[in-house]
């Protein structure tokens, strides 16, 4: 029998979280280490996965094992424990910048080929299509997701209001959405009678058949559905929209999720862009067409494009688009110091964060001139889209919430083994000519779904295993009886996939004891409007959604509530047994990464990573039977609790207590709560002098972090930092480094 030691693997991500792991990992290890529990790391940045899908171009010393495979791999084993930390999810753009960084660090990978031409370019760019957008979670997320506010953060958010701004109720903000001719309207859906093999055809109106997809296998119980958005109704309605922000004097802001639907919303984006600036697209087509710009990677994509211009060139391109402004709405600003647009990369907008961002300052976006104002939300897809509108409606009647009183939202999402929309990029075509697009099944021919679809249009087949979703409802049901709350699946009959899984749930929740628990199914608009009308009487409901719905409300409710989502713990059960916790439900923050690289100073709020660890060392004690393990979660959870009550959370402000100032007081109160118990005597005689010199030393030890702080840094790097540089800003108190050295021995 092997006796494998307890394992937690810790992710190595991108930008923030990577430069905090570089802080908190040692003190995590000299935690674990005298329960017997190794940390190991996997390092999963976007920089590691394109070197290990190019290890054919690299030397012997340069190639890296393909660890997001190992770690998918992992997800399969019931005694896994990861705790995964947020990574970029790239877009074109990004994943240029990142293989230009390692070429010129030596590593000999391909360019990036934007518009390939031969076989072995467009195979490379297939290749490097794997390290693009979402490409990280979906491999990962074999489990469903629970996501909450710890009691102790939200009643900490209560105590410590964060600033709302004030919603009035002659706000002019909205959310506009396509009334036809989106997913959502022309959606079908089925539930597979056995497993069978299909393939995704279109059949044109020639009567060529056109095999998009060759093979996907389903299973018995799948439901699958077939959606598409018409390239015609989506560029009137941006028409339309881009009208009448211009004449109602609100700003213009579109919201996608690039990253997530890598294949779809890129292309919507695209859209947009081309028919706010058409006169100017319309004039320089064939030098467009020639530069190869696509602005489906958005307007940062024209302008690299054009930099090589001749001058006088580029100012007559520069000058058609300024004029284009002339007869358009004022654009929402993602940067109005740096005149950056909503439109310059689709990754800028990101709708789970850029929505709530919107919502909790009173409705306002930042204009041109570095002034909030009103603006018209475009979320072309109006599947979940209207759940803003109905907030925005709510705020505007009752103003905005209030972070001392409100309710909590917590979430159960389904999410395990690409469910839904999320996993449909693989199956996402934009449509080459105008037919009829099929699913069919291979073996007998029968056409399962079948839509007319026009040139341009954007075609998908979502899938949903049927085990994912009793493990959903398994977990929703968990969830109510653990909290008390009322859980609320937000289903809409009216659209067909959701009809399909309110069977399945209904049938799914009678293998459950449901007495006395209030669990109820209602379409998304009434679910929000039930969940906010609770909200603020300061009554808590579960949201039990879908995939997207998982994503959105995961970040709309804790930036309501909590100021961030940055502070929820996210805990995804894997459906084979081990446990995956993520820190946080947010991102990368690479703003971030700019104020430490200019000022020394990282914002960057590590609590999700704090109790990220407390639920996995927690796991770990139960399942391997280590009672160490479970006293150092529980210390940790009063070490985290006590961070909060102190305020020792990193600040914004440069020359105040950051990121690096918060692990060193949590190291402390850890070893401090460690010292104080006495159910494991060795653990209180380890952790008692690390108490003791951390606290003695306290002062020297913050005089330490705060003395480098103001100055720049060169961290050798971005998407591939050099880690001895790194390490060097990221531990700068030789003090800290020895106490914890001493403990480690
Ligand atoms: N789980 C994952 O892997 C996820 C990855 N992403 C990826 O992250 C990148 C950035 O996405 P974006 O939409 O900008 O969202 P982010 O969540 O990274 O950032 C939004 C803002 O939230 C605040 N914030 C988020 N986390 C923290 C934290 N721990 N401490 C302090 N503040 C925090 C920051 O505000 P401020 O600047 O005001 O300090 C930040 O600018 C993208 O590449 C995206 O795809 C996004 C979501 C989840
Ligand atoms: O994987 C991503 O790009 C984003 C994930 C995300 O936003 C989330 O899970 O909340
Ligand atoms: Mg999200």
Redo the contacts with the bound molecule.
């Keep these: 029998m092997t006796t494998k030691r307890p394992t937690i693997i810790y992710t190595l ?1 991108d ?3 990577l430069l905090a792991t570089c802080s908190l990992l040692p003190i995590i290890r000299t935690f674990a280490a005298p329960a017997g529990i190794d940390v190991t790391t996997s390092d999963i940045s976007v920089a590691a996965r394109v070197l290990a899908e190019f290890s054919e171009f690299l030397t012997d010393e340069q190639k890296v094992p393909d660890t997001l495979a190992e770690l998918g791999r992992l997800t399969q084993e019931p005694d896994t424990n990861i705790i ?7 877009s074109v753009s ?1 994943l240029m910048a990142c293989v230009k960084e390692l070429q010129s660090k030596g590593y000999a990978i391909p360019d990036y080929p934007e518009a390939p031409k031969t076989d072995e370019d467009k195979a490379i760019k297939v290749r490097y299509g794997k390290c693009l957008g ?1 490409a ?2 979906p491999v990962l997320r074999e489990g469903n997701s629970d996501r909450r506010a710890p009691a102790a953060v939200k009643n900490y958010a209560k105590k410590h209001p964060h600033s709302m701004g004030k919603w009035s109720q002659a706000s002019r903000t909205h959310v506009s959405h396509m009334k036809h001719g989106d997913f959502y309207h022309g959606e079908k859906s089925m539930t597979l009678d056995r497993a069978r093999k299909v393939k995704m055809e279109l059949i044109t109106k020639e009567g060529e058949a056109i095999v998009l997809k060759p093979e996907v296998a389903l299973l018995d119980g799948e439901i699958i559905d077939s959606m598409f958005m018409s390239k015609k109704a989506l560029c009137d309605f941006y028409e339309e929209q881009i009208e009448d922000a211009r004449q109602s004097g609100v700003m213009f802001s579109l919201h996608v999720k690039a ?1 997530m639907m890598k294949v779809s919303h890129p292309i919507v984006f695209g859209h947009c862009v081309r028919i706010f600036y058409k006169d100017a697209f319309k004039k320089h087509a064939a030098l467009f067409r020639e530069l190869g710009v696509n602005v489906n990677n958005g307007m940062v994509n024209l302008y690299d494009k054009i930099a090589n211009l001749p001058r006088s060139q580029r100012e007559e391109i520069i000058e058609d688009l300024h004029a284009c402004h002339e007869h358009r709405p004022e654009l929402a600003m993602v940067d109005s110091a740096k005149g950056i647009t909503n439109f310059h990369s689709p ?1 800028d907008i ?1 709708v ?3 929505m709530p ?1 919107m919502i909790r300052s009173g409705g306002k976006m930042w204009g041109a001139d570095g002034r909030q104002k009103d603006a018209k939300a475009v979320m072309p897809e109006s599947t979940f889209a209207r759940i803003y509108q109905e907030m925005i409606n709510f705020c505007k009647t009752n103003g905005n919430f209030d972070p001392k009183t409100m309710g909590t939202v917590p979430n159960v999402g389904l999410m395990a083994q690409k469910a839904e929309e999320y996993g449909s990029h693989d199956k996402t075509f934009e449509i080459p000519k105008a037919g009829v697009a099929n699913i069919t099944d291979l073996d007998t021919g029968e056409v399962l779904l079948s839509q007319n679809v026009e040139e341009g249009d954007i075609w998908r087949m979502c899938q949903v295993k049927d085990a994912p979703i009793r493990d959903w409802v398994k977990l929703a049901v968990t969830r109510a009886r653990n909290s008390g709350m009322p859980a609320v699946f937000w289903l809409d009959p009216y659209r067909p996939h959701e009809n399909e899984l309110i069977k399945k749930v209904e049938l799914y929740l009678k293998d459950h004891d449901t007495t006395g628990l209030d669990i109820q199914h209602m379409s998304q608009v009434r679910a929000m409007r039930y969940t906010l009308e609770r909200v603020v009487r300061g009554q808590d409901t579960i949201s039990v959604t879908g995939n997207i719905l998982r994503d959105y409300l995961t ?1 709309l409710f804790p930036i309501m509530e909590l100021g ?3 502070k929820m713990l996210s805990i995804v059960p894997l459906m084979a047994g081990g446990g995956m916790y ?1 820190t ?9 990464v700019q104020q430490l690289v200019e000022e020394n100073h990282l ?6 990573e704090f109790l990220a660890l407390a639920v996995s060392l927690e796991d770990l004690g139960i399942k391997e039977g280590n009672a160490k393990a479970k006293l150092l979660a529980k210390t940790l959870d009063e070490a985290t609790g006590k961070l909060l009550d102190n305020d020792k959370s ?1 600040s ?1 402000k440069t020359g105040e207590l950051d990121n690096r100032g918060s692990h060193f007081y949590l190291a402390m109160y850890w070893a401090q709560a460690l010292a104080a118990q006495d159910e494991d005597a060795e653990l209180k005689a380890y952790f008692t002098p690390l108490a003791k010199s951390l606290a003695d030393n306290e002062a020297k030890i913050l005089a330490e972090l705060s003395a480098v702080q103001g100055k720049p840094v060169d961290i050798g790097g971005y998407y591939m930092a050099d880690a001895e540089k790194t390490k060097t800003v990221m531990r700068p108190s030789t003090t800290l480094n020895a106490a914890l050295a001493a403990t480690r021995g």
């Design positions: 991500t930008e923030a979280p995964k930390l947020p990574n970029i999810s790239a990004q979402s990280v979670n990253t990754n990101i789970d964060a850029s961002a970040d961030t989502s940055a993520e946080g439900a947010g991102g990368s923050a690479p703003k971030h914002r960057w709020d590590s609590l999700g990193p914004r």
